[in-house]
């Protein structure tokens, strides 16, 4: 699977983007999809998890309530919605995809087999 992120760019506090995340292949249904986050300086976290079919969704606690994942499997794609954006969103935005664990373990992530590049999202004050 190959993964293309798009959609950052910058924005002031209070507002939103919505980045979406391309997949390749024919078996995207199969796939749990997430999104990461690295701001400058740190690791790697996790932001929000969708399964394969849409039905179950998780998140990091920093974006609940104001994140939206979602994906549509007819055009191979995950969304992700931010409203309420913060500074401290402020991060280069990964998309991965696995199919071997369940939701337990989304916010691992040592699970994810193909990640995308990467889309850089600026918040501004």
């Known amino acids: 699977v190959q993964l293309q992120a798009s959609g950052g760019g910058l924005v002031q506090a209070g507002g939103f983007l919505r980045l979406s995340c391309a997949a390749s292949?024919?078996?995207?249904?199969?796939?749990?999809m997430g999104w990461f986050r690295q701001a400058p300086g740190k690791g790697r976290a996790f932001v929000a998890a969708i399964s394969g079919g849409g039905g179950t969704t998780s998140y990091a606690d920093s974006v609940k309530g104001r994140f939206t994942i979602s994906r549509d499997n007819a055009n191979n794609t995950v969304y992700l919605l931010m409203n309420s954006l913060k500074p401290e969103d402020t991060a280069v935005y990964y998309c991965?995809?696995?199919?071997?664990?369940?939701?337990?373990?989304?916010?691992?992530?040592?699970?994810?087999?193909?990640w995308g590049q990467g889309t850089q999202v600026t918040v501004s004050s």
């Open positions: 292949g024919r078996t995207f249904s199969s796939y749990v």
């Open positions: 991965a995809a696995e199919r071997h664990y369940g939701s337990t373990y989304y916010s691992r992530e040592t699970i994810y087999e193909f």
